[in-house]
């Protein structure tokens, strides 16, 4: 089983429209967890950190459920630029801070 | 956006041959990583560093070797190029670790493409 899992998508959605990306990590002991957006051939950036009471910054809501070990992220209001792949990436202690990436959600903004 | 460049952007080379990428950054960050990334298999850690001359293994290691001789470059060599190492890869840097909320700011990657 991958440490971090998402479905690939991708997900096609009409402008305005809510969608829901899920993530789940096998790993307990997970200590951070964040969600990040990748263009297309573009690097990776940060989206949000997700916090255990659940966390929102305009548009976007991160929830993280610790018992189930899921994240979850709420795009409300679909915008096109909202077009990418979103990465869920989950952080926990090893012999380094090892933060594993999870392969991604590709999000499909349609006029 | 952070000051992170890499070099080469592109590159095509041949099996057998060396090859290194150059992650400069401006930061003044003190962790550095290389990653890669391939189709279905998400960002993976190839190795990373503390501090000037301090670096260590990630978990797909076997075929690079990185040096560190200045806070603002960290470089990856593939010593003898296979086409299984044919990815994009990115360098990242972070100022902080263990503290639960660290950011990674990627570079721009560089496409290779091991023929």
């Known amino acids: 089983r991958k440490e971090v899992e998402q479905d690939p998508g991708p997900f096609n959605v009409p402008e305005g429209a809510t969608v829901a990306f899920n993530c789940t990590y096998s790993?307990?002991?997970?200590?951070?967890f964040f969600w990040y957006r990748q263009d297309c051939r573009k690097e990776p950036k940060l989206l949000m950190s997700?916090?255990?009471s659940g966390n929102e910054d305009g548009r976007f809501t991160a929830q993280l459920n610790r018992a189930s070990q899921y994240i979850s992220l709420l795009i409300r209001d679909s915008k096109l630029s909202d077009s990418a792949t979103y990465l869920c990436?989950?952080?926990?202690?090893?012999?380094?801070?090892?933060?594993?990436f999870g392969p991604g959600t590709s999000l499909s903004v349609i006029p | 956006d952070a000051g992170i460049t890499q070099s080469p952007r592109h590159k095509v080379t041949e099996t057998g041959t060396p090859v290194t990428l150059r992650c400069h950054q401006t930061e003044n960050h003190r962790y550095m990583y290389w990653y890669r990334q391939d189709p279905g298999h998400g960002l993976r850690l190839i190795h990373y560093s503390y501090g000037v001359k301090d670096t260590d293994k990630g978990e797909v290691s076997d075929g690079y070797s990185v040096s560190r001789s200045k806070t603002e470059d960290f470089l990856l060599t593939l010593e003898s190029a296979t086409s299984s190492q044919t990815s994009v890869y990115f360098c990242?840097?972070?100022?902080?670790?263990?503290?639960?909320?660290?950011?990674?700011?990627f570079g721009p990657g560089t496409r290779l493409l091991v023929l």
């Open positions: 990436v989950v952080n926990h202690k090893t012999s380094y801070d090892k933060v594993i």
């Open positions: 997700v916090y255990s």
């Open positions: 790993n307990s002991a997970s200590q951070s």
């Open positions: 990242a840097i972070s100022d902080q670790q263990g503290l639960g909320q660290e950011t990674q700011y």
